[in-house]
Structure formats: structure tokens, C-alpha cells
């Protein structure tokens, strides 16, 4: 019997009710292929901040190190919101746990559920067919560049009046532009075998060069690949006009972290998308919705983006294709019976077939 | 009488063929409204590469800065497509006179013309009533600060060899972002009265430093209008879910592009949506489309959006706002008795009802 050790970061806001779905589900598909998991808890986020000061305390970096795989619930919250440079943020937790992981690729698969096509705010031919893979880099550019910011500076306020200056880096290397992009041609060769590599070549000098490796690395190694360039205002714009054309799209951390999210949004059912952010190590994995704080502690957060990572984690850190397959089947049965979380049931939703967390939960391990 | 002087910038890929047409209206108008129109015509983009080596001659800029106002059409085309980074582009031309003109506020209005609510690929009942303007940053952020780019740098590379790194520098002042803000708030009180102002704080500390600005500026000078804070990833969604409920966003110069664009997209018609670019003197008008090299010269393109962008200038720059209407009034009639050109036809579009570039001018002035 294998044994895999999950450290599980259930976070802040609805964090702790949707992680419990997810660990649920990862039972009863131990049950089922005989496979046991064993758990180790630890804090990020705000809810790390109330107890320790710090976003990312060592002990759950350990914990992350010391185990197979990282079940990330979400962090986050306006008790912790401030523009104070010193303040610890529990974003920190996040961004200081995907740099310490060394976790430079994050996938997020968009995926229409038939059940939920209704969902989305685009027309139904548009939506249909949608399947795309983005694949974000997610260790370097704005998010880790050297950042400052100056006070008082004269000549920085309204008519030569003393005022603030700040700057953020963008910052990327062959190295790393080479890495993510071998990523998204072996992920585009396993799909329909087309690349969208995103940049602003036409403004930022990262761009070229990352438009530059990508298509060395493209002609060396994966010709077999479709490889197209689109600037990042136009995929914004694409995105819209025909998702459905989408397979592959590599893009830098920010463009990735807009894009990912204008995706997301076109399913119309962000309660249901999923992500996995891969290193060469340790991988993560989590919902791509937020910590939700308005509706945190009530029993009424959609679990199955949380549920959908397990399956990514199945999938990408422990090779059990078969389990994942089942939770994918399990979910899609559940919604094609029409149960809903509040965050998805519609018009048509009868009112006792919406369904809190934890009730939502049950359906998807009776299915499996 | 009053004459104005107004200097012609056509660029490249179909700019000359539209811009013809936005002279022709400007001339309609002028005799209608008792007003000279001078134009002196100059060179920017790939046009201005190819006969002066630069994508800005310094003649042209003289030629802007001589006028009351400037109409640019479209620069840009694969032509001129390169990463070299010493090699000129067509877009420094346009990046080059937004600075050099000082031209900081970006206005982008996004509404949807009745006639055309079908195009857009979202659903009727979410583009009903979409009606917000997008002030966007344009002279500071990643566009204009420090970029540079190492060759054969140690460790770059992949495992350790030689590679290269580049960044881009993503820089605000105080100042700067206090001009925008005061520009959006006053905006807003001609509007709905709310500011929706976008950054990514939770990240950057030039957006930490933006949120406070703008929050100092609105609580000493526009309590009286509506301020939320929204992070830029979520905009990306929000924009799509509830475009309605924008009135007034402003952000910097990266995500305006980014999120004007997808914003344009939301109509379905980005061919009707002009922009103007406005500082302490000239301003530049110019469609929100770009040069559509595949179309160039077949007399096809659609006029509207540089017809609507001299809308723009005769009300910003010149004060002539009765002609403004009239022009909004005689695009809108166009559009209701059914002429189209190639882009915003649809199936039940007749054939004798779809129109050229000269033609669809010529019916713009015959409703004037
Ligand atoms: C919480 C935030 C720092 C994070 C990011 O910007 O990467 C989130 O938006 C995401 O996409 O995972
Ligand atoms: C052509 C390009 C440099 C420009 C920009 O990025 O600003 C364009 O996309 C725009 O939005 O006007």
C-alpha cells in the first residue's frame, strides 16, 4: 500500500470549510485504490499572522518540505488589508511558499461543466467547446523584483511639492523564460498540440526576449508544436471573442494572474476551477477562488474547486490518472443531478437541491 | 469664424484610407458650424521609418505641436515586427509623442450602439446599458521607466550556462498618480459619480502607493463621488460578469491596456470605439483599433472609430459640443438603418447594405 504525506493550508475566510471536502474526498479515494494519506496541518495567510506575526511561519515551510504534496485552501481578508509596506500581508504567505517551493509553473485548466454552460455571461456557442490550459510563470517577473519605495522625495508631488516614488521590477531570465516554456510545449503535446505565448514585445524588453526564447526553444525542440505570439491587450480582447480557439497559453507572472482570472470568469463558475503550481519539487495545489470572507464559517462555500485540485494532485504529484478520473466523473454526475452551492445554482435550481459545503461534499465521495 | 489647426498623423495599414474619412466629417462639420479646419499632414509609425529612419521624425513633432490638435489613425505592422531592441519600431512613434506632448489621461469610453447590442459575444441582458469610460494612465508605468537587457550573463542560462536577462522598470510618482486621479474624479461627476480605481496592491508597492494617493485625493477633494478599490485580476473578471456597473475606472498604464481592450471587446465592435489622449496642451485623438494590415488598402475598413475619435476632439479640444451630437446622432442613424462595413455585419445583414470606407463616410456626412 503507498503512502503519500499531505501538508494541508487550510488559510483564512472559507479556507477551513472547503479544505475539509478536500481532504473527505482524498479518503474515499484512498479506500478505493488502497492508497493511504496521511496529514500534517500548518498556518498561512492571516490566519498565520494572528499567531505567529508572519505569513509563512518556518514550521509550515518544513511541513510543505517534509511532504508529498501541498493542499492549499486560500488566503486573505480585509481584516488584514493595508497599504502599509511593513505590515505583513497574508498574500506574503503565498507568493513567499510558491518562491520558496521553487513552484515556477502554475497550471489552471478552464473547463466548461455542461451542467453549468448556463453560467456563463458569454452566449452559448461562444462558451462551447471551451478547454484551455493556461500556464502561468509564477516565480518570477513583478511579483519577486526588487521593489522600493521613497518618501518625501522633492520634485515627486503636485507642482515640485516634496511627494512619494515607488517602483516595482519586472524581471525575467533566459533561464527561466526557457523553463516554463518546455512546460507548455510537453502539456500542448499531451492536448491539441497548439501554444499561445503571450507578451507586450511591442513595449517591454522582457517580452522580446521571452518571445525570442520561446521560439528557440520551440524550433530546437518541439516543431511539432503550433506556436503563435499574441500580445497581452489583444489576448484580453480574445479571450472574449473566441475562447474556444484556446489550447495552450504560456504567459509571464502578472499577464498569467489577469489572464487567468479573465479566463476563469468566462465558464461563469469560478467556484468550480482548479490549479497546480509545479516545481521540481513539491507541488501545490488549490482552488482558484479567493478566501470568500463574506461567506466564511456559514456552510455554504462551494467545495468542488477544492475537490478539482485533489483531482489535479492525483493527477500531476501521485501518477493515479484512474482516481482523478473518478473525482472528475463524481463531480460532473453530481451537477448532471443538479445539485448546487448557492454560488452556482440558478433560476431553475429547485430550493432542495441547493446544497451547503459539507452536504456537497458527501454527493461527490457517493459517487465515487 | 474660428479656425483650428489640426495636424494629420495616417500611419500605417489602413490608417490612411480612415483618416481621409475623418476629414471629410471634420470638413462637413466646419461648414455646418461656420469653422475652418486647417490639416497639415506628417509622418509617425512604420510610414515615418521608411522614409526617415525614425518612427517619430522631429518634423512631425513640430507639426503636433503647432496644431490646436492632432488625429492619428493606426501604427504598426508585421513589416516592422521585431525584438532587436536597437532596431526602431512603430510603436515608439506613438509612445514617443504621448510623451513628448505630455499626454497622461487615456480616455476610452466603452458603450454599445443599439444597433450593433448583437455583436458582442456576451449575452444581451449583460451588455444592456454598458456605458463606462476608462481613464487610463499613459505617460508613466512600465512603458517609460529603465529597461535594459544582459547578453550571455552567468547562470542565466539554463543549469548555470550563459543566458540572458532583461527587466523593465515599473515606476510612479506621487504627482503622477495624483493627476490621474483628480482627471477621473472630474469625470465622474459629469457621469454616474463613481470611480472604480484599479491596481494590484496586495503585490506592488507602486499600486500601494497609488490606492493611497487616489483615497487622499478623493477625501480632500471628491468626497462627493463613489470610490471602490479593485484588484486588477478581479477587474479582469468583474468586467465580464457585470460590465453595467462600471461608470469611471482608472488605473495605470499597463493594465488600461490590458483592461481597455477587454473592455472594448465587451461591445463586440471594437471597429466603432475611439480614444483621446489629453495633458496640459495638444491632445491626440485616435480609434482604440489598431492598423489591420491584413485589410490595408482595399477601401474595407471601418471609418466609425476615427469618425467618432474627431467626435471626441471637437468636444474636448474645441469646445463644440452641438457638433459632437451631431456627429453621434448621424453615426448612430447610419448604424439604425442598416449600413455596415465587413467587420460589424452579421448573417441578417443585407448585401447591397454592406459598405466600403469611402462610402460609409459619405452616409456619416449625408446624416449630418
Ligand atoms: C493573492 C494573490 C497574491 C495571487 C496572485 O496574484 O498571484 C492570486 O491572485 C493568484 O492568482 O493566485
Ligand atoms: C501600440 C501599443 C504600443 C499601444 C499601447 O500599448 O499603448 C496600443 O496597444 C494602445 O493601447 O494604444
Redesign the pocket.
Known amino acids: 500500500m503507498n503512502t503519500y504525506k499531505i501538508c494541508l493550508l487550510p488559510g483564512d475566510g472559507i479556507g477551513p470549510e472547503i479544505i475539509a471536502e478536500g481532504v473527505k474526498v482524498l479518503n474515499a479515494v484512498g479506500a478505493k485504490y488502497d492508497t493511504a494519506f496521511e496529514y500534517a496541518d500548518a498556518l498561512i495567510g492571516g490566519a498565520a499572522i494572528d499567531v505567529t506575526g508572519e505569513p509563512l511561519p518556518q514550521a509550515t515551510l518544513e511541513a510543505a518540505r517534509a511532504s508529498d504534496a501541498v493542499l492549499l485552501a486560500a488566503v486573505g481578508g480585509p481584516k488584514w488589508d493595508t497599504t502599509d509596506p511593513n505590515a505583513p500581508r497574508p498574500e506574503q504567505g503565498l507568493l513567499g511558499i510558491r518562491k520558496e517551493l521553487g513552484l515556477y509553473t502554475n497550471l489552471r485548466p478552464v473547463q466548461i461543466f455542461n451542467a453549468l454552460a448556463d453560467a456563463s455571461t458569454l452566449r452559448p456557442e461562444i462558451v462551447d467547446g471551451v478547454d484551455m490550459m493556461i500556464v502561468r510563470e509564477l516565480t518570477g517577473g513583478l511579483y519577486f523584483g526588487r521593489r522600493e519605495r521613497f518618501y518625501d522625495e522633492p520634485a515627486a508631488g503636485v507642482d515640485g511639492a516634496p511627494g512619494q516614488r515607488a517602483y516595482d521590477t519586472l524581471e525575467y531570465s533566459e533561464y527561466e523564460i526557457e523553463r516554463i516554456a518546455r512546460q507548455a510545449f510537453e502539456i500542448a503535446r499531451k492536448r491539441r498540440g497548439k501554444v499561445t505565448s503571450v507578451d507586450?514585445a511591442?513595449?517591454l524588453e522582457t517580452s522580446r526576449l521571452w518571445r525570442e526564447i520561446v521560439h528557440r526553444v520551440h524550433d530546437e525542440a518541439y516543431a511539432d508544436v503550433q506556436l503563435e505570439d499574441l500580445?497581452v491587450?489583444n489576448t484580453a480582447m480574445q479571450l472574449i471573442n473566441r475562447p474556444a480557439d484556446f489550447d495552450v497559453v504560456v504567459t509571464e507572472n502578472m499577464f498569467g494572474d489577469i489572464l487567468s482570472d479573465e479566463a476563469a470568469q468566462i465558464t461563469g463558475s469560478l467556484g468550480m476551477l482548479a490549479s497546480a503550481s509545479l516545481g521540481d519539487g513539491v507541488a501545490l495545489y488549490e482552488p482558484s477562488h479567493g478566501s470568500a470572507p463574506d461567506i466564511a464559517g456559514r456552510g455554504i462555500a462551494n467545495p468542488l474547486a477544492q475537490i478539482l485540485s485533489v483531482e489535479m494532485m492525483l493527477r500531476y504529484s501521485f501518477d493515479m490518472a484512474d482516481a482523478a478520473d473518478d473525482i472528475r466523473r463524481a463531480v460532473t454526475e453530481v451537477l448532471d443531478e443538479g445539485w448546487r452551492t448557492g454560488d452556482i445554482k440558478d433560476a431553475e435550481t429547485p430550493a432542495d437541491h441547493v446544497v451547503g459545503t459539507e452536504r456537497m461534499g458527501d454527493l461527490v465521495v457517493a459517487h465515487l
Do not use: A, G, I
Request: glycine fraction near 0%.
Open positions: 507586450k511591442n513595449v500580445l491587450d
